[in-house]
């Protein structure tokens, strides 16, 4: 299998038998027991030189945020640490199978969205890294987040293992399930709240329960109008964008005039022209609306300093809004391991993953390149800015908690991989028993020390003068 080619599909027309037996096969290859390891090589780049390297290609005067706010703590550093795993991931042991990965699997891009069809749904979140790979690496990345976390927690060492391998255990069983189904009962398989709830009530019962109907309750109320009472005002008779600078900028007190003027039009015509990349009921809809303002915001923690922009839409009238968010798609961490998109542009090659890995995808998400921003030719995919989102807050998680939330993102994860790689295959290498989900929790823990070490080289280079940091 070459690295462009997405996913297994060059064993789907094998009988099941034969898939199978590949997914043994690489047992022998790879030991369950091998991906335990993790032993940083002597030549092992210096982490903030790869953290500089990214940023570099940065809007500069918003990188001192990113390195503020990844030094907050050994959890938040990993979050924005995605190509230095990414470049550790690549001297793992690898069974050979592939999936559609999303790159950057920590237990925080898990969350509530929504769907098309208005229902809640449980699903992957962040596709900024997606490309086709070996499909351990967004398993051990998750895996370590948890381990991570449990340690921000103040869990101890067995609390933090029996997380890890409860999530293992999860996705491994998943995917032993998927592997027994039919092509388009994989495809049509779903994670929504409601059943959810009802699937876990006898284990998250009382207050737990309480609190995942709080939490679904919060996701619902974070929409459009919401965010669009939080983030704009009314001036001189007209809606625009509240500034909240340097984390929200509207375009007008970013740049002088005759610039501003420029990029206004170049940020249109890209809203325009990405709309050719969506489904045309939905490209309809989207010409519906009117431009009404643009800003520069600050997205996330390892995206820091990537350009973002949000757009306000209005419909019928200056109560009827929508907001979008174009942000910039760079080529992903994983490339340089993994191979090259075969995607003409980054954006698709985001736009695509997530399309693939998700159940179901917001309906304005799409893509479009621009050259006239900055001079220079940049990839954007766009989505709405929020609709629906309820993120979990890892420092409220006890270790049951964070069991069963990891058993959620073990199963979420199988299914992605399910769609795009061969099932039987992996099923068939992960087995009955529990070696892999073993195997991982060792891992989970020696590259959590790896993080602390790379976490204290961030802050020893910013008390160095080295990198600047500036909190926001």
Known sequence: MTDN?????????????ERADIGRAARSAVPRSTH?????????????????????????????????RMSESPFRFY???????????????????????????????????????????????????????PWEWDVKRLSASLAIAGRANGFGA????????????????????YAGMGNLEVWYSRFEADELAQEFAPEVGG?????????????QSRDTLQVFEKLTHVVDGHRRIAPDPPLLVPLEDLLPRAERDVLEKEISRLVERYGQSLPS??????????????????????SVGTRCWIVLLLGKDDEDPLFLQAKEADESVLAPYAGATRFRTQGERVVAGQRLMQATSDIFLGWERTTGIDGRRRDFYVR??????????????????????GRLCGATLARAHARSGDRIA?????????????????????????NEKDHQALLDAIAAGRVPAESA
């Not at 207050?207 to 996701?219: F, I, T």
């Not at 709405?384 to 069991?403: C, F, H, T, Y």
């Open 5 to 17: 080619h997405p996913t297994g599909h060059d064993l789907r027309h094998r009988t099941p038998r």
């Open 207 to 219: 207050k737990n329960l309480q609190m995942w109907d709080r939490a679904r309750a919060r996701a």
């Open 79 to 133: 979050r924005g640490a995605a190509a230095i795993m990414a470049a550790d991931l690549a001297e793992t042991p690898r069974t050979g199978l592939r999936a559609q990965l999303c790159g950057d699997a920590h237990m925080l891009n898990f969350r509530l969205l929504a769907s098309p069809e208005r229902r809640l749904m449980f699903d992957i979140n962040d596709f900024d890294e997606t490309l086709p790979g």
């Open 158 to 177: 067995k609390e933090r293992a029996a997380v890890v391998r409860a999530t293992v255990r999860s996705y491994r069983e998943q995917m032993r399930t």
């Open 281 to 302: 009921d939905r490209r309809f809809l989207l010409e519906s609306f009117r431009l009404a303002d643009i800003a520069r915001k600050v997205v996330g923690v390892g």
């Open 426 to 450: 992996i099923a068939a290498y992960l087995g009955n028993g529990d070696a892999f989900d073993r195997a991982l929790a060792t891992f989970a823990e020696l590259y959590a020390d790896q």
């Open 384 to 405: 709405q800015l929020r609709d629906w989102k309820g993120i979990v807050v890892a420092e409220n998680l006890s270790p049951k908690r964070m069991s069963l939330f």
């Open 36 to 68: 335990a390891e993790f032993t940083p090589p002597p030549e092992r780049t210096d982490p903030v030189d790869i953290i500089e390297d990214q940023s570099a290609r940065r809007v500069a005067e918003l990188v001192p945020i990113r390195y503020s």
